[in-house]
């Protein structure tokens, strides 16, 4: 319990994510090991590493995609590997390395898709495409759409469902400066209205903004 001043108390703010010495393995191989993190509202953790270290592995444990094999962890309230954890998903936002769409639909259809499946408003689809640059190419195919176009759609998403905790897997890698400042203003959006977001890149010049940053290697999270 917090206080400020005599006889005032106030109620201690709960993290976001709680992670208390998790481990995960996978075919012998430690993809996280001992792994501490607490995230509390309003923050922005950069985790730099290189390739194969167990950063996307993290944002997956975090997102609630896979489970511990060790320790304890809580996200948004919901302990991991438990029926409690899927009921979380749906205020979780991931940009994953590789963008999570379907080719065979158009920009606006993969939008409207999502739309409809999370329960959201799918008159915003439209709005959220001008935001992010896209309403002219709303009718082009997402295997027809370049990698840069391919980001946006995710961001156009990430509007659309206003997630509490985004994870961001290497999001600013290939964009262009605009489409980096969207992703700057869906973070800012984010925090002022009490979530958090999670970013990992191996450049660490991508987690600049950041109000801390943490270094991972071999699975094993430090300071940085």
Known sequence: MQTDGPG????AVQPLVALARVGVTRDGNALLDDVVLDIAP???????????????????????????????????????????????????GLVGHEP???????????????????????????PVLEIVGLAGAARRRIRAASRGMQRRVEIAHMLLRNPDLLLLDEAASGLDADAAGLIEAITTRVTANGGAVVTVSHDPSHLQGCTRVLSISAGRLVSA
């Open 8 to 11: 005032v108390r106030l109620a």
């Open 42 to 92: 309003g923050e922005v953790v950069g985790v730099s590493g290189p390739n194969g270290s167990g950063k996307t592995t993290l944002l997956r444990l975090i997102a609630t995609l896979i489970r511990p094999d060790r320790g304890t962890g809580h996200v948004l309230g919901a302990r991991l590997a438990t029926p409690g954890a899927f009921g979380v998903r749906h205020r979780i």
């Open 100 to 126: 999570a769409l379907v080719p065979e639909l158009t920009i606006f259809e993969n939008l409207d898709h999502i739309a409809r499946l999370g329960g959201l408003d799918r008159d915003r689809v439209m």
